[in-house]
């Protein structure tokens, strides 16, 4: 067994919880299987530690199993939902341990408590607005259906008809 010698590292009191969630090693079971070669205990510090530092798997130092390891244990773990399960039964045990029900009974969002974001002290900036039929669009930008002037496909948009207001179908000239 390594040393402690990073603080996400689990206590012995937090390995006694941990250990008895996750599932029997292959070796262990009637079928059999290879016996591990990293104990369960240094892959799940070095879990801990890439979730704790923000770190990728590649990046964990020399003293934890290889990352490869580490990656398909909580790969295969995640996979047949023992992680979940572990999640679920540290909770309850935490709520229970702090006098609170198991799961947690009502959530309660008030919109009037809380403020929407301010926005930046620089001052207000007006956008000048390009009006086009009823709708607006900010300067510089181009209505939906129409080109920007001077580029090579500008086309301008008319009546198929030909008149101003004797057909509601517009085509491209």
């Given amino acids: 067994m390594r040393r402690r010698r990073?603080?996400?590292?689990?206590?012995?009191?937090?390995?006694?919880?941990?250990?008895?969630?996750?599932?029997v090693p292959a070796c262990r079971t009637e079928a059999g299987g290879?016996?591990?070669?990293?104990?369960?205990?240094?892959?799940?510090?070095?879990?801990?530690?890439?979730?704790?530092?923000?770190?990728?798997?590649?990046?964990?130092?020399?003293?934890?199993?290889?990352?490869s390891?580490?990656?398909?244990?909580?790969?295969?773990?995640?996979?047949?939902?023992?992680?979940?399960?572990?999640?679920?039964?540290?909770?309850?045990?935490v709520r229970t341990g702090a006098g609170k029900t198991p799961q947690a009974v009502a959530v309660i969002f008030d919109s009037q408590s809380t403020k929407p974001p301010r926005p930046p002290s620089g001052g207000y900036r007006a956008v000048r607005r390009l009006r086009v039929g009823s709708w607006t669009w900010p300067r510089g930008s181009t209505a939906p259906g129409t080109l920007a002037r001077g580029s090579p496909s500008h086309a301008r948009i008319t009546r198929a008809s030909g008149g101003p207001a004797t057909s509601d179908r517009w085509s491209a000239r």
Wanted: some cysteine; overall charge positive.
């Fill in 6 to 23: 990073h603080p996400s590292d689990t206590t012995a009191a937090g390995w006694a919880l941990i250990e008895p969630l996750l599932p």
């Fill in 34 to 67: 290879r016996p591990e070669a990293h104990p369960r205990r240094g892959v799940v510090d070095a879990i801990r530690y890439a979730v704790d530092t923000g770190r990728t798997w590649r990046a964990l130092p020399r003293d934890f199993p290889p990352w």
């Fill in 69 to 93: 390891t580490v990656c398909e244990f909580f790969a295969r773990r995640t996979a047949d939902g023992t992680v979940g399960v572990l999640r679920d039964q540290l909770r309850r045990t």
